[in-house]
C-alpha cells in the first residue's frame, strides 16, 4: 500500500518462510471504568445498555456548564492489594492504570511463568497527565497578586513550600509505564504515547509492531487517564466539546442521534497483555483473540475538527484492513469512535460508507461511549476489549440514546439494545484531538 512502512520479517532460518511475520494475541485483559472494576462487570453493564453518566463529584463543578461526567465508583488501590500508603502520591491514572494490569497479568498467567526472559517483556501504553493539586495551585496565585498582576518570585516561593516534588513527577504521562514495568519486572521495551483519544489504540498498535519485529516476545499495553478536573473541563467547554444537558445525566451521550451536543468526560484504565503466537503456545495460555491489523493516519488538517471528507478515517479503516489480509466484507462489527459530537458522528458515518460500500447499511456499527462516556487517552484499549468480548460471546454492544434518526447517519447503529450475531472480525476506530487516527482490526484466534 502507498505510504505503509515496510514490515520486519523473521529470516527464513527462523520461520521457514521469510513471508511469514509474527502473529500477536491477546491472553489478558483487564478495566477499570465507569460501567465497573473489572472486565465481566462492564461487560453485563454495556450488554444491558446501562449508563455510567452522573453528576460530577470528584470535584465541585456545580458552576461549571457542564456538570456531568462518567465516574469510576466504589474503587481503590486497596482492591488490588497495593499498599495505599506506597500508592498516597501516586496519580489517579497510575493507580487505574496498576489495576486494570493487575487484572491482566494474572488472567495471563504471565506472573507464573518463570521461562519469560524479563528483557523480552515490555510495557507501551497510551496515558495522559495526572491530575495536579489545584487547591495548591490556588493557593499560590492568590497569595501572589499584587495590584500589578502577579508576583512571580513570591509565587515560586510559595510553590516550593506548597507542591509535592513527587506529586510532580507522578502527573507525567509516562509514569504508568513505569510502574508497570516495575511492578511486573519487564526489563523490555518501555513507551508512552500520547495522541489524544488515540493514544491507546496507538499503544496497542505499536506494541504490536514491536512483537512482530521480534523485538520482544510479551508486552502489557492500553492506557488510562482522567480529565475529570478543573482544567480537563474548563478545556473541553472552551472547545465546546462537551455535553451540557445537565439535567438528564444518563442520557447525555447519544453518539449519531440528530439530538446530540458533545460528549461526556469519562475516566479509567485498561490494559492487554500481547503474546507472540508461539510463545503463548508454549505457556499453554488461553488465547482471547488476534491483533489482525493496525493501521494509522493524520488528518493533517485542523487541530480539533476531523477532515470533513474523513480522508484520515477512510486511510486509516483501509490500512488496517489490508494489514490484516482481509476485506471489507470480512468485518462484522464495527466499534466506532463515535463521540456524540456532531462532526465526528457525521464524517465517521460517512467514512464507513465509503469503506464498506454497499454493505455499509448491513454491518452493525455502535459507539459504546454512549454507556461509559469517553475514556480519552484510555478509551482505544478499552474498545478494542469491548471488540474481543463481542467476537467471544457473539454479543454486540448497543448505542443507547439513539432515538432521533440523523439523515447524515443513517448506519445500523445496534440502536438501544446489544444484539446476538455472529462476530469473528471486528474493527475499533479511534480518532483523536490533532487528526490522529487509529484503526485496529481484531479477530478470533484460528490456530
Sequence with gaps: MPGRWPRWRLSSEEDGDADMKRRVVVTGIGCINPLGNDVETM????????????????????????????????????????????????????????????????????????????????VYLGCGEGTQDFIAFSRMLTSSLTPDGVDLAKYMRVGLETLSAVQEVEQEPSM??????AMFN??????????????????????????????????????????IHPFGVTGFNLLTALSTSNDNPTKASRPFDRLRDGFVLGEGGAVVVLEELECAKRRGATILGEIMGYGTTADAYRITDIHPE????????????????ITPADIQ???????????????????????????????????????????????????????????????????????????????????????????????????????QNISLVVGRFKG
Design 43 to 122: 461487560w453485563a453493564g454495556l450488554k444491558e445498555g446501562k449508563s455510567g453518566v452522573g453528576y460530577t463529584t470528584v470535584f465541585d463543578a456545580s458552576r461549571f456548564p457542564t456538570r456531568i461526567s462518567a465516574e469510576i465508583k466504589n474503587w481503590d488501590i486497596t482492591d488490588t492489594g497495593e499498599d495505599p500508603k506506597l500508592w498516597s502520591e501516586r496519580a489517579r491514572h497510575t493507580r487505574f492504570a496498576a489495576g486494570a494490569a493487575k487484572q491482566a497479568v494474572k488472567m495471563s498467567g504471565l506472573q507464573d511463568d518463570k521461562n519469560l526472559d524479563p528483557t523480552r517483556f515490555g
Design 176 to 181: 504508568p509505564t513505569s510502574h508497570l514495568a
Design 186 to 227: 519487564a526489563q523490555g521495551p518501555n513507551a508512552n504515547c500520547l495522541t489524544a483519544c488515540a493514544a491507546s489504540s496507538q499503544a496497542i498498535g505499536e506494541a504490536t509492531e514491536i512483537i512482530r519485529r521480534g523485538d520482544a516476545d510479551a508486552m502489557l499495553s492500553g492506557g488510562a487517564h482522567s480529565m
Design 310 to 325: 474523513g480522508r484520515g478515517a477512510i486511510a486509516c479503516m483501509k490500512m488496517a484492513i489490508e494489514d490484516a489480509g
Design 333 to 435: 462489527y464495527v466499534n466506532a469512535h463515535g463521540t456524540s459530537t456532531s462532526v465526528n458522528d457525521r464524517v465517521e458515518s460517512f467514512a464507513c460508507k465509503t469503506i464498506f460500500g454497499q454493505r455499509a447499511m448491513q454491518t452493525p456499527v455502535s459507539s459504546t461511549k454512549s454507556m461509559m462516556g469517553h475514556l480519552i487517552a484510555a478509551a482505544g484499549v478499552t474498545e478494542a476489549i469491548v471488540c474481543l468480548l463481542a467476537i467471544r460471546d457473539n454479543v454486540l454492544p448497543p448505542t443507547i440514546n439513539y432515538e432521533n434518526p440523523d439523515p447524515e447517519c443513517d448506519l445500523d447503529y445496534i440502536p438501544n439494545v446489544a444484539r446476538q450475531a455472529k462476530c469473528d472480525i471486528a474493527l475499533s476506530n479511534s480518532f483523536g484531538f490533532g487528526g
